[in-house]
C-alpha cells in the first residue's frame, strides 16, 4: 500500500517501535509491516474544544483514531431540537468506522471536547484495507455486535414469541380493550406482581406510562414482538367489538367505602368543647366526611374543598387542575359538624375558629395508605378547609414515566446523577415540581449515599432518607437547616425551596464544594431561574460554576387513551399556536377526548408535564459568568442545550397525548 501524497506530520506512537494502532480495537490484530504501510495514510487533523469532526446526517467518508484529546460523540432530537451525549471517546478509540462499513450516512455527530488530534482513515483506503486484509472487516463486524448487544441490555428490552400465550382474566379486567388497540400494548402475563407488555414498538413511551397508571401499584416488563404476531394475538385475545365499546361499569358503592375508612393518630384533646365534640361524632358527620374523602380519592383528585356559603355547604373536587362542584349539595347544617370532625382528625384545635390552622390527616382506603394536608382559613361565610391529597403511590413514578420525551428524561437523569452541582427545577403552585424532585431523588436513593432534605412541609415520607422539615415559630428556616446539614456528611441536598438569598448563597457553595443539590424556584422560565439566583446576590462566576440544568414545568391535562379520537382543528387554533412558537409539521393529527365512563364524559385522564430544559453547556456557562441578559443567555443556548416550552408542547401534540387548548392555555 503506497501513497504519493505528502507525508503526514509524526504523531507520538506513529513510526516508532509501538504503533498508535496497537491500542485501537479493530486494527491491533495486523501485521507490523501492514500497520506501517497504514501509517502512511493516515491524515492528522487537529480540533480545538467545540471543533465539530463530523455531523449526523454527513456521508460516511473516513474512520478517525484519537491520538490524544476527548470527542463527545452524540446525537440530536429533530422534534426538540436538543442535544443528547452517548460516549465520550479518548486516545486510540476509533469513531466514525460504522458509516464505512454500513454505507449509510453518520448517525450521530462528534466534536472535541478539549484540544484534541485525530489521525483520518478514507474510505477508500479502509475499503482497499478490508480487501487485502479480511479479519479487520470481522474485527469491525464483532465491534459492532458486541455495541449491538450492550444498546439491548441497557434499554433492557427482549424478543419474545406469544404463540400459545393466553393473557390472566385479571389483566384483561384491568386494561380497557380500546387501550390495547390504541396503544398497541397488550398485557399478556403476570409474575410476582410484574406485568408482561407485548409490543411492536417498544419505544412507546407514552402508551407504557398509560399502562403503568392503569396497573397502579404493580411493575412492568415491557417485550418487543412482530407485528404479525401482535396482531394474531390481540385479535384472538383483546377483540373489539360494538358490545365492549358499550359496556358500563358498575357504579362505585361509595356509602360502603366510606365505612371502611381508617384514621391513624387522632386524638381529642382536654378541655375541647364537649357539644361540638359530640356533633363531630355523630354516625352521620362520620359517614359524610368519610363519603367526601372516599369521592374525591376515588376521582383522582388533587385537593378537596370545603366551602361554606349563605345557603349551602359546597364540596369541590379538583381533578386534572380543574374544580368540579360534587353533584349532591349539603345543607349548611352540615357545615359545623364537618368541619369539627375535620378538626379532630387532623388534630387541630376545634375550639379555634378565627386563626388559620395548619394540620396533617393519615388514613387508609380499601387497604391503601393516603396523607392530607388540611389548611383552615376563617372566610365572612365561615371557616374554609381546604385538603391536599398526597398519594404515596406517585412516589413510584421515575423520571421515564413523569417526561414520555425519551431524550429529555435522559438528559434530567443525567443531571440527577451528577456528583455535585445545582439543579433546579421551576414553574408556578402546582406545576409537579415536587412531583419531578421527588422522581429524581428516589432515583439516586442508595444505601451508599447520605441524602438529606429540607421541606415546608414534609409531603412524603422516605425510608433512608433524612427529612427535615422548616418551622418558622421556633426560628428553624432553610438556611438554618442547611448550614446544618453540611456539618452532616451529605452526598445529595434536596431544598425544597429556594426563598431567600442566604438559602440560594448555601445551595450554590454546597455544589461547589462536592455536594448535589436539587431546589424549586417560583420562575415563569428556565432562563429566568439565571436571573433570579442574580436577583437573590449570587455572584455570577458561583452561578456559572455550580449550576448544571433547570428544569421548568407546567402541566396539562392528558386525553383520556379510552376515547381518543382524531379531530380536525381549524386554521386560526394553527395561526394561534404558531404565534406562540409551536411549530407542527404539515401532517400532523390532532385529537379530542370524546368522553367515556373512564374520564367522567370529560375526555381527559389524569396530566402530563411540559417541560423546558436548559442544560449548562460551555457557551451558556460563559454567558452566565460574563452577566449575559436573558436574550444573550437565550441565544448561547441555541447549540442543543435548550428545548423551550412551545417545543416540547409541540411533541406532545404530535404524539397525540394533549389538545391545542391546554397548550394554548400554559403560553398564555
Request: aromatic share 4%; proline share 5%.
Amino acid at each position: 500500500m503506497s501513497d504519493d501524497k505528502k507525508a503526514p506530520a509524526p504523531v507520538p506512537g506513529v513510526g516508532g517501535a509501538r504503533s498508535l494502532l496497537d491500542d485501537v480495537e479493530i486494527l491491533r490484530a495486523l501485521a507490523p509491516t501492514v500497520k506501517s504501510q497504514l501509517e502512511a495514510q493516515l491524515h492528522p487533523r487537529a480540533l480545538a474544544p467545540g471543533d465539530v469532526l463530523f455531523s449526523e446526517g454527513d456521508p460516511g467518508d473516513a474512520l478517525y483514531i484519537i491520538v490524544d484529546g476527548l470527542l463527545s460523540v452524540y446525537v440530536t432530537d429533530p422534534a426538540l431540537g436538543l442535544t443528547v451525549d452517548l460516549a465520550t471517546l479518548g486516545r486510540g478509540e476509533a469513531v466514525g468506522e460504522m458509516a464505512l462499513v454500513t454505507g449509510q450516512v453518520r448517525s450521530a455527530s462528534v466534536k472535541a471536547v478539549e484540544p484534541s488530534r485525530v489521525l483520518g482513515l478514507s474510505r477508500d483506503t479502509f475499503h482497499k484495507l478490508v480487501q487485502h486484509v479480511p479479519q479487520v472487516g470481522l474485527s469491525i463486524a464483532g465491534s459492532l455486535a458486541k455495541r449491538l448487544d450492550q444498546l439491548n441490555r441497557n434499554q433492557g428490552v427482549a424478543f419474545a414469541n406469544l404463540a400459545g400465550r393466553t393473557p390472566p382474566d385479571q389483566l384483561k379486567q384491568m386494561v380497557p380493550v380500546t387501550v390495547v388497540h390504541r396503544q398497541k400494548m397488550a398485557p399478556v402475563g403476570v409474575e410476582n406482581n410484574v406485568v408482561t407488555l407485548a409490543t411492536p414498538n417498544p419505544q412507546n413511551r407514552i402508551g407504557l406510562d398509560e399502562f403503568k397508571r392503569l396497573l397502579r401499584g404493580m411493575d412492568v416488563r415491557v417485550v418487543a414482538v412482530s407485528e404479525s404476531d401482535y396482531d394474531v394475538f390481540v385479535t384472538k385475545h383483546y377483540p373489539e367489538s360494538a358490545a365492549v365499546r358499550r359496556t358500563v361499569p358498575v357504579a362505585k358503592d361509595y356509602g360502603t367505602m366510606a365505612k371502611n375508612v381508617t384514621f391513624y393518630g387522632t386524638a381529642i384533646k382536654q378541655g375541647d368543647d364537649q357539644k361540638v365534640i359530640q356533633q363531630a361524632q355523630s354516625q352521620d358527620a362520620v359517614d359524610l366526611l368519610n363519603r367526601i374523602l372516599v369521592e374525591g380519592i376515588d376521582q383522582g383528585a388533587s385537593d378537596i374543598h370545603l366551602e361554606p356559603a349563605r345557603e349551602a355547604f359546597r364540596v369541590r373536587y379538583r381533578i386534572d387542575g380543574r374544580l368540579h362542584d360534587r353533584p349532591q349539595t349539603l345543607s349548611l347544617g352540615a357545615h359545623a359538624p364537618i368541619l369539627s370532625r375535620l378538626k379532630i382528625v387532623a388534630n387541630l384545635d376545634i375550639a379555634e375558629r378565627r386563626l388559620p390552622q395548619d394540620g396533617r390527616i393519615s388514613l387508609s382506603v380499601a387497604d391503601k395508605h393516603y396523607d392530607l394536608r388540611v389548611s383552615t382559613i376563617d372566610t365572612k361565610d365561615g371557616e374554609k378547609a381546604t385538603l391536599r391529597i398526597l398519594d404515596a403511590s406517585t412516589l413510584e413514578n421515575d423520571l421515564a414515566s413523569l417526561i414520555p420525551a425519551e431524550k429529555v428524561a435522559a438528559v434530567v437523569r443525567r443531571l440527577a446523577y451528577r456528583p455535585n452541582g445545582l439543579v433546579l427545577v421551576t414553574g408556578p403552585t402546582g406545576s409537579g415540581k415536587t412531583t419531578t424532585l421527588y422522581a429524581a431523588l428516589l432515583e439516586r436513593k442508595n444505601p451508599e449515599l447520605n441524602i438529606c432534605t429540607i421541606e415546608d412541609p414534609i409531603e412524603y415520607n422516605i425510608d433512608g432518607v433524612t427529612q427535615v422539615q422548616v418551622n418558622d415559630h421556633i426560628g428553624l428556616d432553610f438556611a438554618d437547616i442547611m448550614r446544618t446539614f453540611l456539618r452532616q456528611d451529605p452526598d445529595i441536598i434536596l431544598v425544597g425551596e429556594t426563598r431567600d438569598s442566604t438559602t440560594a448563597k448555601l445551595c450554590a457553595n454546597a455544589a461547589l464544594t462536592g455536594h448535589l443539590v436539587l431546589s424549586s424556584f417560583h420562575t415563569n422560565d428556565a432562563i429566568s431561574a439565571v436571573q433570579r439566583l442574580r436577583a437573590l446576590d449570587v455572584e455570577p462566576f458561583m452561578i456559572a460554576e455550580s449550576l448544571l440544568g433547570v428544569v421548568n414545568q407546567r402541566l396539562v391535562r392528558r386525553l383520556c387513551p379510552a376515547c381518543r379520537a382524531e379531530a380536525d382543528i381549524g386554521p386560526m387554533v394553527r395561526d394561534n399556536l404558531s404565534r406562540k412558537g409551536v411549530v407542527l409539521d404539515a401532517g400532523v393529527r390532532f385529537y379530542r377526548g370524546a368522553g367515556c365512563n373512564a374520564c367522567n364524559q370529560s375526555g381527559f385522564k389524569g396530566r402530563i408535564g411540559v417541560y423546558e430544559l436548559l442544560v449548562v453547556g460551555p457557551e451558556v456557562k460563559q454567558a452566565i459568568a460574563q452577566g449575559a441578559d436573558g436574550a444573550t443567555l437565550r441565544e448561547a443556548a441555541q447549540d442543543g442545550s435548550y428545548v423551550p416550552l412551545s417545543r416540547y408542547a409541540s411533541y406532545l401534540l404530535t404524539e397525540g397525548a394533549t389538545v391545542p387548548s391546554e397548550v394554548l392555555r400554559i403560553l398564555a
